[in-house]
Nanobody, 115 residues
Framework: QVHVVESGGGLVQAGGSLRLSCAAS????????MGWYRQVPGNQREWVAH???????SYADFAKGRFTISRDNAKNTVYLQMNSLKPEDTAVYYC?????????WGQGTQVTVSS
């Protein structure tokens, strides 16, 4: 079982930046994929970005050009750099890890963007 813990959320003004971190309990280069999702209360969880074991990345349309997913294998950590934040980016952001047999989720970190 993989454990992941998110951090780095907070309150930021529109146009600002935040970097989220996701620390995994296992070597992330052995995982198929790690991703970021977000959820607003009352809405479904929404995919933001993911990074595969190969290092390839994919982004939701709203994240392209503003968000960057990256990883540090030595620290078993995946990051989500978020720039040019908008009030509509306000949500709880979750990290997920796919080891090929199951998806594992963290508790989430709150991101609030004020206008």
């Amino acid at each position: 079982q993989v454990h992941v813990v998110e951090s780095g959320g907070g309150l930021v003004q529109a146009g600002g930046s935040l970097r989220l971190s996701c620390a995994a309990s296992e070597n992330i280069f052995t995982l198929n994929l790690m991703g970021w999702y977000r959820q607003v209360p009352g809405n479904q969880r929404e995919w933001v970005a993911h990074i595969r074991s190969s290092g390839s990345t994919s982004y939701a349309d709203f994240a392209k050009g503003r968000f960057t997913i990256s990883r540090d294998n030595a620290k078993n950590t995946v990051y989500l750099q978020m720039n040019s934040l908008k009030p509509e980016d306000t949500a709880v952001y979750y990290c997920s890890a796919d080891d090929g047999t199951a998806d594992y989720w963290g508790q989430g970190t709150q991101v609030t963007v004020s206008s």
